[in-house]
């Protein structure tokens, strides 16, 4: 309950710095006539919608399984995910309509300094509310905290780029003011979008590989097969190892094969020990161990996990009627 109560009030934290933002930066960007400003009030609108999706979606991933969903509420993580990187495709888009209008029929922007102001209090809020996201969604593998963390990570890099084009533009007014600079604002805008859209493609890989019933990392499943083999020699081998994750829910499916002769009682211990040896690791999965008799007579199936060496098959051989 703890890290449910973390994970909820990281996501409500993200919600108010976004909706601040929302507001700031769409007033001044209207007032100064700066459509990078106003690209950032909607990139800042986006991940407020991120943020909401993401304090929904923390709050019905820990409701528990039921008799509609017997695998738990997890992959409710992995849509808000999604949907997440759809909204921040749309925001892109609208952004590179609005500079390409703004390049072909330029317009004076007043005071750009208070554009300067706000991105920079922007960039620092969201510094802060990002490294706060990614902490919390790190210790608890909350997929949806860490996409919106990186919804601000990016803002704060699109923020500076904005900052530096404003400011380009406000110290040129007064040092070179025949210059004409303010094809930096639109300019600018057109690069907070495709940094937006960048985001959008991993967010999007990343949320629909939970969709998709993705394989655990590499290392992730490394770590699992190291704890079947810490029970050699009661396990004999293992196959058919099956891996996904749901949310921060992991599940875990594997076939071990033991001694003929063990008695149930002690195959349902050995089962039990391998299954609190995993989730040691991995708190939230679910493991689920099938078990089978072992004659030594490996299958192709079973080659890469068995843990024999020959002269204990060909025991097994000889024991096995």
């Known amino acids: 309950m703890d ?12 919600v108010f710095s976004n909706t601040t933002l929302v507001v700031l930066k769409l007033i001044v960007g209207l007032w100064i006539g700066s459509v990078a400003v106003v690209s950032e009030a909607i990139h800042s609108g986006v991940d ?6 993401a304090l929904f979606s923390v709050k019905t991933s820990s409701l528990p399984a039921d008799g509609k969903h017997p695998f738990g509420h997890g992959k409710i993580e992995n849509i808000s995910g999604t949907v997440e990187a759809l909204l921040i495709f749309v925001a892109a888009g609208w952004i590179i309509w609005e500079s390409v209008a703004k390049i072909l029929a330029p317009l004076p922007m007043e005071t750009a300094g208070w554009g300067v102001a706000v ?8 510094v802060f509310v990002a490294r706060m ?3 919390v969604g790190t210790e608890t593998d909350s997929v949806a905290l860490i996409a919106d963390g990186w919804h601000l990570r990016t803002d704060v890099y699109t923020s500076a780029g904005v900052m530096a084009g404003l400011a380009v533009i406000w110290a040129g007014e007064s040092l ?5 600079l303010h094809w930096l604002d639109p300019v600018a805008a057109i690069g907070v979008a495709l940094l937006i859209i960048k985001a959008a493609w991993d967010l999007t890989r990343q949320s629909t590989g939970g969709l998709m019933d993705e394989t655990l990392p590499p290392e992730e499943e490394e770590e699992i097969r190291r704890r079947i083999c810490s029970l050699r020699p009661d396990i004999h081998g293992y196959h058919q190892l099956r891996t996904r994750k749901a949310g921060h829910f992991r599940f875990v499916e594997v076939h071990i094969q033991v001694d003929g002769q063990m008695t149930v009682a002690r195959a349902h211990r050995l089962n039990q020990d391998l299954v609190r040896r995993i989730k040691e690791r991995f708190p939230a999965a679910t493991v689920t161990v099938h078990t089978e008799p072992c004659d030594g007579r490996c299958a192709e199936k079973c080659l890469a996990g068995c843990l024999l060496n020959e002269e204990e098959r060909n025991r097994i051989r000889q024991e096995v009627p």
Do not use: D
Not at 3 to 14: I, N, W
């Open 3 to 14: 890290a449910q109560r973390r994970k909820e009030r990281a996501a409500l934290l993200s």
């Open 48 to 53: 407020l919608a991120a943020a909401v999706i």
């Open 119 to 126: 991105m920079l209090i922007s960039a620092v809020v969201n």
């Open 133 to 135: 996201l990614f902490t």
């Open 176 to 180: 070179f003011p025949a210059v004409e």
